[in-house]
């Protein structure tokens, strides 16, 4: 995660469009996750509307990009155990002395716009403005979460992501101040732990999920622990 995104930066991604590949239509509908190809893209098209994305959700399915909207189920699927996060020495100090002050859904669309803006070694990430607009939605009705880290007035850090019964996607993270990001995160995850969570997907490891703690698990074993979750009756 060089740019503080739970995806990869948006410049990894590669796109084949010889190959053949489920377009949607207006109908709400996905091709099995088990249809995805080599890289993990599993259908273009359709839009973002919030019944789709929840559908995407639910089945083991996010989008990537706008243009076009594309869907990705990769193989193998990054997550975060619940009781298997990371807290190093120094971060721990930090979380002790209370260096920022942590919130939660006081600020969804600031901190969307913070993962979105440009950091060093970051020169554009996938978080465009339609897909703020689609996860503002989420947001709005309920579905979508954030976390913020605060010194006095200014935000510093944040994380945020869907939730669905006791599943929930980390989207993107950043911060504007050094471990406001992580301890964004740290205090996330204690959060789904007291409420009952019981899957934390990150999509796809990177250097610093990895050195927080994330793991990566077969496909069809996050699918099965996926619909074991989002049945959960436990509430953000």
């Known amino acids: 995660m060089p740019d503080l995104g739970l995806h990869h930066h948006v410049s990894r991604l590669t796109f084949h469009p010889t190959m053949s590949i489920a377009v949607l ?26 019944p789709r994305l929840l559908l995407a959700y639910r089945n083991g399915i996010f989008p990537w990009t706008v243009d076009p909207i594309t869907w990705w189920s990769p193989e193998p699927r990054a997550i975060f155990e619940l009781d298997g996060f990371h807290v190093s020495r120094s971060l721990a100090r930090v979380i002790r002395k209370g260096v920022f002050r942590v919130t939660r859904d006081r600020a969804f669309r600031r901190v969307m716009r913070g993962c ?10 996938w978080i465009s403005p339609e897909f703020i607009e689609a996860y503002t939605r989420l947001h709005e009705q309920g579905h979508a979460h954030s976390l913020e880290c605060w010194l006095g007035t200014r935000l510093v850090g944040g994380v945020y992501g869907v939730a669905m019964g006791g599943f929930f996607a980390g989207e993107s993270m950043f911060h504007r101040a ?19 969570f019981v ?30 979750a989002v049945a959960k009756p436990v509430a953000f």
């Open 178 to 196: 050094s471990d406001a990001s992580k301890v964004a995160l740290f205090h996330l995850i204690e959060h789904l732990r007291r409420q009952g």
């Open 25 to 50: 239509d207006y109908r709400l509908r996905f091709p099995s996750p088990e249809r995805a190809d080599a890289e993990g893209l599993v259908a273009i098209g359709g839009d973002l509307s919030v």
């Open 199 to 228: 899957l934390f997907d990150i999509q796809m490891l990177t250097a610093i999920t990895t050195q927080l703690g994330g793991i990566t698990i077969p496909r069809m074993y996050y699918l099965h622990r996926l619909a074991q």
């Open 116 to 125: 979105a803006a440009r950091a060093p070694g970051r020169r554009s990430t």
